[in-house]
């Protein structure tokens, strides 16, 4: 496709359900990233992928999130026993490159634990 | 939709006048710089970056400025349009492409 699509657009989960949010990188692009936005405010880093490689794991709030990228193109994102404060807009982005460049964002996927 | 900015701060400007967004970053060693436009319900939109060699930067309508000595950037739109309401962030880059995002500055611009 032509950008950065992620699915689904929206989630509602009970609280202690798991999550699976699913991005599809531009075609070709070498990096990954994955954020979180909670309302009112920036994305904050999650994680960074390099083709198939999560080189940045650092901004994973906890061990309940886990993300991958077998086959260094589409990713997920697993939220495992969401809490409320999981509660947020999950963007993805992709780069062509591997140092700094240009990222272009997906439209998020908002995630509401109740 | 929802409004991703909800307790920003706002610049309100007349449709025709120029607009100053200011951002201060925190990490003298970051060396690329982006503006970001999010519209309420997308994603972040690429505005306009600068690496820190420079000090400004000219695209369509808008300029970036870089002050490496305050650690402050800036950005510049041209005859603001309603289109380009929206939250504006600035992003600064450490470590490959990890980007930190500040608070954001939400734009309206009055007909």
């Known amino acids: 496709g032509a950008g950065v699509s992620q699915s689904p657009r929206y989630k509602v989960a009970k609280r202690g359900q798991d999550v699976a949010l699913r991005c599809d990188p531009i075609s070709g692009h070498v990096s990954l990233f994955w954020y979180q936005q909670a309302l009112g405010q920036g994305p904050e880093f999650l994680t960074y992928f390099q083709n198939e490689a999560q080189l940045d794991k650092s901004g994973l709030p906890s061990d309940r999130f886990f993300a991958e990228r077998p086959e260094g193109s589409v990713s997920t994102l697993k939220i495992q026993r969401t809490q409320q404060e999981d509660s947020a807009v999950y963007l993805c982005?992709?780069?062509?490159?591997?140092?700094?460049?240009?990222?272009?964002f997906g439209q998020g996927t908002r995630l509401t634990v109740v | 939709g929802e409004s991703v900015g909800l307790h920003l701060p706002t610049l309100s400007v007349q449709e025709g006048d120029n607009s100053i967004i200011n951002c201060a970053y925190s990490?003298?060693?970051?060396?690329?710089f982006i503006w970001y436009k999010q519209e309420s319900g997308k994603g972040p939109q690429f505005i306009i970056d600068?690496?820190?060699?420079?000090d400004k930067r000219q695209g369509q309508r808008v300029t970036v400025l870089l002050n490496k000595t305050v650690k402050h950037l800036s950005l510049q739109i041209a005859a603001t349009q309603p289109g380009d309401s929206a939250v504006y962030f600035c992003a600064e880059n450490r470590n490959f492409n990890k980007f930190y995002f500040g608070s954001g500055t939400k734009l309206n611009v009055k007909p």
């Open positions: 600068i690496r820190s060699n420079m």
């Open positions: 982005a992709s780069s062509l490159r591997t140092v700094s460049a240009e990222a272009f």
């Open positions: 990490n003298s060693a970051s060396d690329y």
